[in-house]
């Protein structure tokens, strides 16, 4: 694994850390270019409380959670496409170049985002336990195929998706530039998901051992954690469990767990992965243990 730690290491070392992105500009979160609607406290009584400052504030922090999140996804993201290029280089030579532009771009989006947090936001949060835990397990899994299924499937799509939502509510200049530049990046990634589709369904062959599909399965359900802005909750004696309600009604009303359930198994499923079991396992366990365990 020194190859592996060599090629992050050179990644992050050469990688384009966004000079051309105005870093200049300065972050206050107490301006009317931050959003004071939130998606998950919107219409929720001590929310509505709130003066606008500080409801402007609240959605600021929630916002520095989900890239503190997504900044954790893109050091493991480096990491695995770094493993993947050393274990899959006799076997699908070809994907060399792909992979070695995409472990750069990750290292970019890693830099981009630890500097947009700890310097210009001066807000960063560890990551959700449970995507730490599920991006370690991917991480320490020794098939390539998996990494690539759940890093290419599971976290790119959930990303992607992630970055999209921000940049769509993002007025703040600083913020939106980064954001754009990512989503130039990942929708090259997400071409490349398709692109691996044969090669997955070669090695797949409709069939998983059952640790397997609990690696996928527990990736997914961390993807869904992750959205609790918990920390944040905590930080404005917001009541958890009733915040943690109020946010999975929201997700299940608009469609996002849905998605979750039947679009990502889909997705599995077109790379020869079996989801059959999983579809199953995801319509009752995706949200289960998520309003009590904090
Ligand atoms: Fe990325
Ligand atoms: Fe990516």
Known sequence: MNRVAALVDS??????AFDELPWHLEVDPERERFPQES???EGLPPFRAMSVAQRRSFVFRETCFHLSNLLAGERSGEQLVAQVMVLTARERPTHREFLAVMAQEEAKHYLALQRYLSEKAGVLYPACHQLR???????ACASPEVKLLVGQVVFEWTAASL??????KAREPLLAAVLR???????RHLAYSQELREPLARVFRGRAPPEMEDLVFESIRASVAALFAEPVWGELALPSRRMRRHALERLERQGVLNRYRTLVPDQLERCGFPAARLRRRLGQGLVKGLIHDA
């Open 163 to 168: 970055v999209a939502t921000l940049l769509t």
């Open 133 to 139: 835990s599920a991006l370690d397990a991917i991480e």
């Open 11 to 16: 990644a992050l070392r050469h990688a384009w």
């Open 39 to 41: 998606f998950f406290a």
């Open 181 to 187: 530049v990512n989503l130039k990046d990942e929708a």
